[in-house]
């Protein structure tokens, strides 16, 4: 059993590190971990599975005026991340340009996810998108 945990610990050392040198914060989970531990939220539903945005995406226009769709748009604050762009049960998605809005109304409706420290939140905020069915849908 030692020899197992060696390597397993091993393991966990290397990717720490690879994180690290790659100039990141090390997430105390993977961010596919937390989405599975999260499934029941509805903006996790819509990042695990993208279809669920089609044809509901909010546009917006940046700065060369082209319009863009945006599904989520995480915030942080405090220790909790939550979208910006929520699903009210209305044809379209529903973006909240002011954060304390959005989080105003993830504290009512309970569409936020809760880290340990608000570096884990914000680390989780910035990096989410990375999750594979996400990533590929929204190229």
């Known amino acids: 059993m030692a020899n197992g945990h060696s390597a397993i610990d091993s393991l966990i050392a290397n990717a720490t590190l690879q994180r690290y040198q790659e ?3 090390v997430p105390k989970q993977s961010i596919k971990d937390t989405l599975m531990e999260n499934q029941q939220l509805n903006f996790v539903q819509r990042i695990l599975k993208p279809e669920l945005n089609t044809g509901r995406e909010y546009y917006f226009a940046n ?3 082209k319009k863009e769709p945006m599904t989520h748009y995480m915030i942080q604050y405090d220790n909790k991340v939550a979208p910006t762009v929520v699903d009210t049960g209305a044809r379209d998605l529903k973006y909240f340009d002011d954060p ?3 989080a105003a109304y993830a504290k009512i409706t309970g569409e936020f996810i809760e880290f340990k420290t608000p570096e884990d939140a914000l680390w989780f905020s910035k990096n989410y998108k990375s999750y ?3 990533k590929k849908a929204y190229k």
């Open 100 to 102: 304390e809005e959005a």
């Open 132 to 134: 594979a069915p996400f």
């Open 23 to 25: 100039g990141g914060q």
């Open 63 to 65: 700065d060369s005026l």
